[in-house]
């Protein structure tokens, strides 16, 4: 039961990771909306690559 709610955590965590890079890029490309839906994407993405 313990690795279930471990791998949860880590995968929240890919998101959060993701989320914040997409913010940072956002602003420095002076497009937000963008930066977060390509932060969703990574960090989306990280999940599945982790689990393989």
Same mark, same amino acid.
């Given at each position: 039961?313990?690795?279930?709610?471990?791998?949860?955590?880590?995968?929240?965590? =890919? #998101? %959060?990771? &993701?989320?914040? @890079? /997409?913010?940072?890029? !956002?602003? *420095?490309?002076? =497009? #937000? %909306?963008? &930066?977060?839906? @390509? /932060?969703?994407?990574? !960090?989306? *993405?990280?999940?599945?690559?982790?689990?393989?």
């Amino acid at each position: 039961m313990k690795n279930n709610k471990n791998k949860d955590e880590n995968s929240n965590n =890919n #998101l %959060a990771i &993701g989320i914040s @890079l /997409g913010l940072l890029f !956002g602003l *420095l490309w002076d =497009n #937000l %909306a963008l &930066g977060l839906a @390509l /932060g969703v994407a990574i !960090g989306s *993405l990280s999940k599945s690559y982790k689990k393989k």
